[in-house]
């Protein structure tokens, strides 16, 4: 069993950056790939990035490639999503998963979430 948490979220201005933390409990977190996803009001999950057991490897959607990046801390239990250059329509709910798979981009194959945090971009 793996307990997410996810920090950080809030209110920014378009072009600022926000660093998301998603923070796990039990000793098994460097087992999983860990995923972030976010949720706007009325549309789907959507896949932003995925980073692999060790942290060697990231994978991201195309709409957040080159503004987004993933890095965790094993030794911490967390797993972080950096978020620069932000717009009006990143706003969302945003979540961290973990998976005992790499590569999944489809929410449905992660094995737990967190609750989620409010990211909020004002134009």
């Known amino acids: 069993q793996v307990q997410l948490i996810e920090s950080g979220g809030g209110l920014v201005q378009a072009g600022g950056s926000l660093r998301l933390s998603c923070t796990a409990s039990?000793?098994?977190?460097?087992?999983?790939?860990m995923g972030w996803f976010r949720q706007a009001p009325g549309k789907e999950r959507e896949f932003l990035g995925v980073?692999?057991?060790?942290?060697?490897?990231?994978y991201y959607a195309d709409s957040v490639k080159g503004r987004f990046s993933i890095s965790r801390d094993n030794a911490k239990n967390t797993v972080y999503l950096q978020m620069n250059s932000l717009k009006p329509e990143d706003t969302a709910v945003y979540y961290c998963?973990?998976?005992?798979?790499?590569?999944?981009?489809?929410?449905?194959?992660?094995?737990?979430w967190g609750q989620g945090t409010q990211v909020t971009v004002s134009s």
């Open positions: 039990g000793r098994t977190f460097s087992s999983y790939a």
């Open positions: 980073i692999s057991w060790s942290g060697t490897n990231t």
């Open positions: 998963a973990a998976n005992s798979h790499w590569r999944r981009i489809t929410a449905t194959t992660y094995d737990y």
